[in-house]
């Protein structure tokens, strides 16, 4: 299931690239449809997704770093995870930084987005 969240972030992500230009196919078809406050919404709503997604991803890496770290058998997307005896448990402290580097791309993405000029909204 998180392979599938991973392509939607590749996939929404490049939309996102694209999108921004204000060239793209999807930009001119919600122009032509509705007014610049409609693209304007629908950038927002992508960029949302995409950054729902990211952070949900960061999130489950976060906790199969923490359930590494406490001994458990941690899942990462869905495939059981088990430790050699000689690594040591603090190397799921990794997984933790790596899942809150996603989580704060995430949110960076929102930020980035607000800053462009015709997508302000505050």
Avoid: K
């Avoid at 449809?33 to 950038?43: C, H, I, K, T």
């Avoid at 960061?58 to 590494?68: D, N």
């Avoid at 930084?97 to 607000?114: D, F, I, K, R």
């Amino acid at each position: 299931m998180l392979l599938l969240g991973i392509v939607l972030i590749a996939l929404i992500g490049g939309s996102m690239a694209v999108d921004l230009t204000g060239q793209s196919a999807a930009d001119q078809f919600v122009l032509s449809r509705w007014s610049f406050e409609g693209l304007r919404v629908y950038l927002w709503l992508e960029g949302g997704v995409f950054a729902a997604l990211v952070a949900a991803l960061g999130a489950h890496i976060v906790s199969t770093g923490f359930a590494f770290t406490r001994g458990d058998q941690p899942n990462l997307f869905g495939i059981p995870l088990t430790a050699q005896r000689r690594a040591p448990r603090q190397t799921g402290y990794v997984f933790v930084v790596l899942g809150t580097a996603l989580v704060t791309l995430s949110l960076t993405t929102l930020v980035l987005l607000n800053s462009c000029r015709y997508m302000r909204l505050i």
